[in-house]
């Protein structure tokens, strides 16, 4: 996937922050295939850091993650220069995270175990809306 405009042309940016690195790998190739840009975090501060300097067009954020959880580093994100009109894809298998990623006002909550083609459709879906929300 590609942004093209007059002052950018690039591929869209994901940032994947999930700390079981076998679920890291199946979405970040998934969106890879998908032709996204992908960077992957292992945990909340990695994804914090990570998108501080990076800028990413998606956030596909585990919850229960150690070091910084994926609302708080969600939340830190947002606030970062840049980075408030991020997608954001909640994942997770914790039953009470939904109420708490709508909190935050992610894009989409998928629950684990997830279909790797319905998440990459909710993401490439967000990412749209939020563009013509944008126009």
Known sequence: MRIDNESERRLLRALVAEDDPGIRRLIAGM???DGWEVREAVDGEDAIALAEDWQPDALVMDVMMPKVDGITATERIREQP???GCVVIVVSAEPAAEARAR?????????KPFDPDDLSARTRAALRWRHDQAV
Request: glycine residues 14%; charged residues 25%; negative net charge.
């Open 103 to 111: 909190a935050i006002g992610s894009d989409d909550f998928v629950s």
């Open 31 to 33: 969106l890879e295939l």
């Open 82 to 84: 840049g980075n408030d």
